[in-house]
């Protein structure tokens, strides 16, 4: 118990300290107007996400078909090697099959790669969405006079609260209706 009172004492000293002499500090007596949102489902329905999510399946889909096709070619190869072993020196497949093995690291590591390339580029460009979603959220809470927004998933019950979900995800697929992977996932493919 006494942990909670200083908790609250806490956070209404440092209230009062944020508010003092600010000639525009928000009378105390007046209730806050909060809304919420839900941030999931705007980053799971905005236009710009299933742009980017269905240009990455693409992506992935040529990315695919490219290493299917390499390891197709290295899985021939080491056929081809042990047709030959009988049929050359030691010391000549040993050469070989080094030299097989180097071709199949570095595919395993273009995969790799690959991999973390088409992961960095979704993160990016879903930090790029959510930035913009913020942005909108802010500009909707700031036109209907709400003083805050809380995510949806943090609120257990509420009374007369704004739900700014849909409003916000209007306004974000006008202003980014889609969005362009960057160049360096074109690349990948070839």
Known sequence: MRLSRLAIGAFVG??????QGSAEAQ????????????????????????SAREQLQELSVKVQQDI?????????EDQGLQQQRALVSAEVF?????????????????????????DEALEGTMERIQTFALEEIAKI???????VVLAQSQVVVARNVFDL???????LNKRVPTVKISGQLEDLAE
């Open 14 to 19: 440092a209230a009062m300290a944020l508010g």
């Open 27 to 50: 009378d105390l007596s007046e209730p806050a107007v909060i809304a919420v949102v839900n941030l999931e489902r705007i980053m799971t329905e905005a236009t710009a996400v299933v």
């Open 68 to 76: 299917t096709e390499r390891e197709n070619k290295l899985r021939e």
């Open 94 to 118: 040993a050469q070989n099959v080094k030299e097989f093995q180097g071709r199949a690291a570095e595919l395993q590591q273009r995969v790799r790669s690959v991999r973390q390339t088409l």
């Open 141 to 147: 809470a700031i036109e209907r006079g709400v003083d």
């Open 165 to 171: 979900t849909d409003p916000a995800l209007e306004q």
